[in-house]
């Protein structure tokens, strides 16, 4: 069950970042909103986790999609910067965010999609590993 909530959390991701396919008809921060929500509650509920950390992590993952990020992808005119992004999925539970944008730009054609993809898995995994240490923890 977790690991289907863990693809169904990667696919959600792209949500803020134009919609569920890239339509842009959904605005960012509600898209963020069902990203977040859905994420928390569909991982935390298919680990047992009491509800109260799954609205907490609904806040937390809120507040870590931060706009403005886009300035640090690679196929900037400055170049990116591959340890601000890095840096910037850390909140995430994603600090491979900089490698991994900067690998698919050199590789793959559509590279936005396929690296927000990976990252929404990383993500998604950060997300049952704070649960599970939620759970040691109290």
């Not at 990203?35 to 109260?52: E, K, N």
């Not at 196929?75 to 944008?101: E, W």
Request: net charge neutral; aromatic share 16%.
């Amino acid at each position: 069950m977790t690991l289907i909530s863990v693809l169904i959390a990667t696919m959600l991701y792209r949500v803020p970042r134009g919609g569920l396919w890239g339509d842009k008809s959904i605005p960012a921060t509600l898209g963020a909103f069902i990203w977040a929500s859905l994420s928390a509650v569909l991982i935390g509920y298919s680990m047992d986790v009491p509800m109260i950390y799954m609205v907490g992590m609904t806040g937390y993952l809120m507040l870590a999609e931060a706009p403005g990020w886009s300035k640090w992808w690679p196929n900037n005119k400055d170049g990116g910067n591959i340890y601000l992004l890095s840096l910037r999925g850390l909140p995430l539970f994603n600090i491979l965010m900089g490698p991994i944008y900067f690998i698919t730009y050199k590789n793959f054609e559509s590279w936005t999609e396929v690296s927000e993809f990976i990252c929404g898995f990383v993500t998604a995994v950060g997300i049952v590993g704070a649960y599970l240490c939620l759970s040691l923890l109290f």
